[in-house]
Each structure stands twice: as C-alpha cells, then as structure tokens.
C-alpha cells in the first residue's frame, strides 16, 4: 500500500525494516479566531470559517519557521512541545512522513469540532504540514442549501471602522488541484507520542503579520439585507482567495 511504502522508504532501500511509526488523532483548534486589523484601517473578526480539503500530510524537512513566531503559535495553543528553527524563507516541501487519508471539512467557530481522524507518522522532528482545497460536495453532509456545498471556503463574521461594524460573509471557489504546502508545524514525533494535531487558520500571518483580509475596502463591497458579501465572480473574491489560499494562513500544533 501506498503509506506502508512511505515508511519504508525512510530506512533506505535493502533494508526490511519499517521505521517507527504511531497514530495520533487529528482535530481543529476550538480557541475562537481572534480579530486583526488589517492594513486600511478595519478590525475583522471571522466567527465561523469552513475549508474543504483532502489528504492532510506532515513532512520532516520542509518549511521551516523563525522561532519566536512558532513559540507563539504554541503557547497559543497549549502545544507539549515546539522545536523552533530559522526561516528560510517561503520555499516548502520536504519528505511526507504523515498522513491523514480522506475528505474533511475544517471548522473554526470557537467551540470544539469532532476528530477528524486518525494520522499515521513516522517518528521524527517535523517541520511543515501540507493539504489539497476542493470543492464541498454533499458527501460531507451538507445539505442543499448550505453555502458550502460546491465551494471551498465559507467565512462568517464582522467587519468594523470608524465605529460602525457590519457582518460580511464569504464564500470562495478555488482552482483545480490547489494544494497548501508548508503550513507550520514543528514538532518532535515519537514512539512515544499521545498529543492530539489541532489544525489552526491564522488570521494574521504570525511572520509578517499581514491578514488575507488586506486591500479589501469591505464597506464599498454590494450587501444584501446589511450583510456584506463576498462571492464567487467578483475582484474581491480573488483577492481574498488567493492570500487565503496561502501556507502562511494555517497551522498545526500538538496540545
């Protein structure tokens, strides 16, 4: 099977020894989003965000993140361990030595979501996490009528400037075969190992501490009963897509 040879490659041909490997649970972080201002001026809260992704991989020797920024993603988080490196800056990659097979939807609304399963790694110090983007469908249980069905991103939440807060709700579409490569995640995976792999969405890059909200002038947008919205066929949509779409938007932590 495909995973088996996966671990098996990692000890090198001529040899029928499997590396170490151990199962953990995988989750989404339950902490609700905090609000980030955004470079003309708005503070954005996101309340409810939802991703359609597929094939949740963690790689040994990919991106590598700037300590302070790492530290602060897992103190945030109430990780068990962090191993902070130097930045090299934005190149990914590195061996896939984990994965967590399927079709999920990630949830972040501030209050904890079901397991998404069950990961199998390769013991090893980890450095980057990877995942495809793909259109919902109505295998994820959705019914006719939510918003995500057939889209990839639907983001509720408020928008506020100069005293005046409004909600705004997003729903975005991706490309075919868009993956995110490199999300952060560093830590030190043993045989041992018990922790459970939240993922996060970080409204603020924790590097440069840009928003994928930036540039978007949200009160000049088109609303629809005092709800500003952001979909597929208009300039914002891409704009808001494609920094959304970004390794630098997510996480992984051991809690």
């Known amino acids: 099977m495909r995973t088996a040879c996966m671990f098996l490659v990692l000890v090198g041909c001529g040899t029928s020894r499997e590396a170490a490997t151990v199962e953990l649970p995988v989750t989404t972080a339950a902490s609700a989003l905090p609000p980030v201002a955004t470079d003309l001026g708005y503070e954005v809260t996101v309340t409810d965000l939802r991703i359609a992704i597929s094939a949740l991989q963690f ?4 991106e590598m993140h700037a300590g302070t920024a790492a530290n602060d993603i897992a103190q945030r988080s109430g990780a ?3 191993i902070a490196l ?3 800056g934005h190149s990914a990659g590195g061996e896939v030595t ?4 399927g079709d999920f939807i990630l949830r972040w609304n501030g209050r904890p979501q079901p397991a998404l399963g069950t990961a199998t790694l390769v013991a090893g110090d980890y450095h980057g996490a990877n995942f495809a983007l793909r259109a919902a469908t109505g295998a994820d249980g959705l019914d006719a009528a939510d918003p995500l069905l057939g889209h990839t991103f639907h983001l509720e939440g408020t928008v506020g400037k100069d005293g005046t807060t409004r909600p705004f709700v997003a729903v975005l579409d991706v490309e075919p075969d868009t993956t995110v490569i490199g999300a952060v995640f560093e830590d030190e995976i043993t045989e041992t190992s018990t922790e459970t792999l939240a993922v996060e969405f970080l409204a603020a890059d924790p590097f440069e501490g840009d928003t994928p909200f930036d540039t978007i002038d949200f009160f000049t947008l088109p ?3 005092g709800r500003i919205e952001i979909l597929p066929g208009s300039t914002t949509h891409n704009i808001l897509r494609r920094a959304i779409q970004t390794h630098d938007q997510y996480a992984v932590v051991a809690q």
């Open 80 to 82: 068990t361990s962090i």
């Open 223 to 225: 609303e629809t009963a």
């Open 98 to 101: 984990g994965e967590l097979p």
């Open 86 to 88: 130097p930045h090299p």
């Open 59 to 62: 790689t040994i020797e990919g």
